[in-house]
Nanobody, 124 residues
Framework: QVRLVESGGGSVQSGGSLRLSCVAS????????MAWFRQRPGQEREGIAG???????IYADSVKGRFIIPRDNAKNTVYLQMSTVKPEDTAMYYC??????????????????WGQGTQVTVSS
């Protein structure tokens, strides 16, 4: 069974740090580009970070310099290391995977695999 399972969400104060994890199972992990999306209250789901197998990570401007997306291929796991968080980072965070980036990494439609989401709440 193909699954992406996120964990690590929770509540954190502004300026703090948090690490999200996403474990993939039932897939050939090396074939997938992995990404993190988030959906803030009342807004569309947006891509914030992505990384291919052995590739350089890419980031949306909103998180560049604050978040990183390490990938441990031996563990079929991708992380989102969040630092210097802000109240506007409050969102449901989703892990996603794709083998087809022809529509670009920021497009939700590019991704066939999704996790269930994990909530991050940042208090001021």
């Amino acid at each position: 069974q193909v699954r992406l399972v996120e964990s690590g969400g929770g509540s954190v104060q502004s300026g703090g740090s948090l690490r999200l994890s996403c474990v993939a199972s039932g897939v050939t992990y090396s074939a997938y580009f992995m990404a993190w999306f988030r959906q803030r209250p009342g807004q569309e789901r947006e891509g914030i970070a992505g990384v291919g197998y052995g590739g350089a990570p890419i980031y949306a401007d909103s998180v560049k310099g604050r978040f990183i997306i390490p990938r441990d291929n031996a563990k079929n796991t991708v992380y989102l290391q969040m630092s210097t968080v802000k109240p506007e980072d409050t969102a449901m965070y989703y892990c996603a995977g794709t083998r087809d980036l022809s529509r670009g990494w920021l497009q939700r439609e590019s991704y066939a695999l999704w996790g269930q989401g994990t909530q991050v709440t940042v208090s001021s």
